[in-house]
């Protein structure tokens, strides 16, 4: 599934695209990355990578790709 990425949690600025899937152990990757810390921001999600960086996406959309993918991402952190 590809999700529109945001420049900041508080800038609506759309970068660009992402990729995000999920293995048969329900780690989800992004771009290629894994995702370590799913961090709900309200509005956007930020998903921070196991290589480092950060993506920032609509949390809405996010919760699309954890449904459609069965479950809830390991990784979640209550806010």
Same mark, same amino acid.
């Given at each position: 599934?590809? #999700?529109?990425?945001?420049?900041?949690?508080?800038?609506?600025?759309?970068?660009? @695209?992402?990729?995000?899937?999920?293995?048969?152990?329900?780690?989800?990757?992004?771009?290629?990355?894994?995702?370590?810390?799913?961090?709900?921001?309200?509005?956007?999600?930020? #998903?921070?990578?196991?290589?480092?960086?950060?993506?920032?996406?609509?949390? %809405?959309?996010? %919760? @699309?790709?954890?449904? #459609?993918?069965?479950?809830?991402?390991?990784?979640?952190?209550?806010?």
């Amino acid at each position: 599934m590809r #999700l529109q990425t945001f420049m900041a949690p508080d800038n609506w600025t759309i970068i660009g @695209e992402t990729e995000v899937r999920v293995d048969r152990f329900a780690r989800y990757y992004v771009d290629g990355a894994q995702v370590a810390i799913v961090r709900p921001m309200g509005v956007f999600t930020a #998903l921070v990578c196991a290589d480092g960086t950060t993506r920032y996406v609509m949390t %809405s959309d996010w %919760s @699309e790709v954890k449904r #459609l993918a069965g479950g809830t991402a390991p990784a979640d952190s209550a806010t």
